[in-house]
Protein backbone atom coordinates (compact mmCIF):
# COMPACT_ATOMS: atom_id res chain seq x y z
CA UNK A 1 0.00 0.00 0.00
CA UNK A 2 0.70 3.71 -0.94
CA UNK A 3 0.88 6.32 1.68
CA UNK A 4 1.16 10.26 1.14
CA UNK A 5 1.28 12.34 4.03
CA UNK A 6 1.15 16.22 3.88
CA UNK A 7 2.91 18.41 6.73
CA UNK A 8 3.66 22.90 6.58
CA UNK A 9 -0.02 24.01 7.02
CA UNK A 10 -1.15 26.14 9.28
CA UNK A 11 -2.47 30.13 9.76
CA UNK A 12 -0.63 33.06 9.32
CA UNK A 13 -1.06 36.73 7.56
CA UNK A 14 -1.76 37.94 4.33
CA UNK A 15 1.57 38.49 3.14
CA UNK A 16 3.32 35.64 4.66
CA UNK A 17 4.68 32.28 3.16
CA UNK A 18 4.49 28.51 3.87
CA UNK A 19 5.90 25.35 2.62
CA UNK A 20 4.05 22.31 1.89
CA UNK A 21 5.72 19.27 2.68
CA UNK A 22 4.26 15.71 1.04
CA UNK A 23 6.31 12.42 1.55
CA UNK A 24 5.03 9.28 -0.28
CA UNK A 25 5.98 5.72 1.43
CA UNK A 26 5.02 2.26 1.42
CA UNK A 27 5.02 0.08 -1.75
CA UNK A 28 6.76 2.34 -4.43
CA UNK A 29 8.36 0.76 -7.51
CA UNK A 30 8.45 4.63 -9.30
CA UNK A 31 6.16 7.82 -9.26
CA UNK A 32 5.48 9.60 -12.38
CA UNK A 33 3.80 12.61 -11.32
CA UNK A 34 3.17 14.58 -8.28
CA UNK A 35 1.27 17.66 -7.55
CA UNK A 36 -0.43 19.61 -5.33
CA UNK A 37 -4.27 20.30 -5.36
CA UNK A 38 -6.40 22.04 -2.99
CA UNK A 39 -10.36 22.68 -1.98
CA UNK A 40 -11.89 25.57 -0.51
CA UNK A 41 -15.25 25.42 1.27
CA UNK A 42 -18.04 25.28 -0.78
CA UNK A 43 -15.79 24.59 -3.73
CA UNK A 44 -14.67 22.26 -5.93
CA UNK A 45 -10.88 20.59 -5.51
CA UNK A 46 -8.81 22.46 -8.10
CA UNK A 47 -4.72 21.86 -9.28
CA UNK A 48 -2.63 24.27 -7.49
CA UNK A 49 0.17 22.75 -9.12
CA UNK A 50 2.31 19.78 -10.25
CA UNK A 51 5.39 18.25 -11.55
CA UNK A 52 6.26 15.28 -13.68
CA UNK A 53 9.40 12.83 -13.15
CA UNK A 54 11.41 14.62 -15.84
CA UNK A 55 10.42 17.74 -13.84
CA UNK A 56 7.86 19.16 -15.84
CA UNK A 57 5.70 21.83 -13.66
CA UNK A 58 2.43 23.16 -14.39
CA UNK A 59 0.77 25.95 -12.09
CA UNK A 60 -2.54 27.46 -11.39
CA UNK A 61 -3.01 30.56 -12.90
CA UNK A 62 -3.89 32.08 -9.76
CA UNK A 63 -0.63 30.68 -8.13
CA UNK A 64 2.28 31.52 -10.87
CA UNK A 65 4.65 33.51 -9.70
CA UNK A 66 3.71 33.15 -6.12
CA UNK A 67 3.95 29.27 -5.96
CA UNK A 68 7.26 26.78 -6.65
CA UNK A 69 6.56 23.01 -6.62
CA UNK A 70 9.58 21.26 -6.03
CA UNK A 71 10.34 17.15 -6.00
CA UNK A 72 12.89 15.23 -4.34
CA UNK A 73 12.92 12.12 -6.29
CA UNK A 74 15.35 10.08 -4.13
CA UNK A 75 13.24 10.98 -0.90
CA UNK A 76 9.93 10.59 -2.53
CA UNK A 77 8.75 14.06 -1.59
CA UNK A 78 7.00 16.68 -3.01
CA UNK A 79 7.30 20.37 -1.41
CA UNK A 80 5.34 23.34 -2.32
CA UNK A 81 6.96 26.72 -1.38
CA UNK A 82 3.77 29.34 -1.54
CA UNK A 83 4.56 32.84 -1.76
CA UNK A 84 2.61 36.00 -0.90
CA UNK A 85 -0.19 34.17 0.21
CA UNK A 86 -3.30 35.85 0.70
CA UNK A 87 -6.80 34.99 2.27
CA UNK A 88 -7.80 33.29 -1.59
CA UNK A 89 -5.54 31.05 -0.97
CA UNK A 90 -7.11 29.86 2.19
CA UNK A 91 -8.06 25.96 1.52
CA UNK A 92 -7.19 22.55 2.56
CA UNK A 93 -4.33 20.87 0.38
CA UNK A 94 -3.84 17.98 -0.89
CA UNK A 95 -1.03 16.13 -2.26
CA UNK A 96 -1.47 13.45 -5.31
CA UNK A 97 0.93 10.83 -6.68
CA UNK A 98 0.64 8.95 -9.59
CA UNK A 99 2.86 5.95 -8.37
CA UNK A 100 3.27 2.07 -9.65
CA UNK A 101 3.42 -0.07 -6.49
CA UNK A 102 5.72 -2.91 -8.48
CA UNK A 103 7.22 -3.67 -12.01
CA UNK A 104 4.05 -5.97 -12.26
CA UNK A 105 1.62 -3.23 -11.78
CA UNK A 106 0.56 -0.02 -13.62
CA UNK A 107 0.76 3.03 -12.54
CA UNK A 108 -2.77 4.70 -9.90
CA UNK A 109 -3.73 7.54 -8.20
CA UNK A 110 -2.96 8.02 -4.48
CA UNK A 111 -3.73 11.30 -2.45
CA UNK A 112 -3.09 12.16 1.08
CA UNK A 113 -5.49 13.58 3.74
CA UNK A 114 -4.02 17.30 3.11
CA UNK A 115 -3.71 19.91 5.12
CA UNK A 116 -5.02 22.81 6.22
CA UNK A 117 -3.71 26.53 4.95
CA UNK A 118 -5.27 29.32 6.57
CA UNK A 119 -4.42 33.11 5.50
CA UNK A 120 -6.50 35.32 7.96
CA UNK A 121 -5.16 38.95 9.59
Known amino acids: QVRLVESGGGLVQPGESLRLSCVAS????????MGWYRQAPGKQRELVAQ???????SYAESVKGRFTISRDTALNTVYLQMNSLNPADTAHYFCKANVRASASTWYREYWGLGTQVTISS
Open 51 to 57: TTYGGVT
Open 26 to 33: GSIFSINS
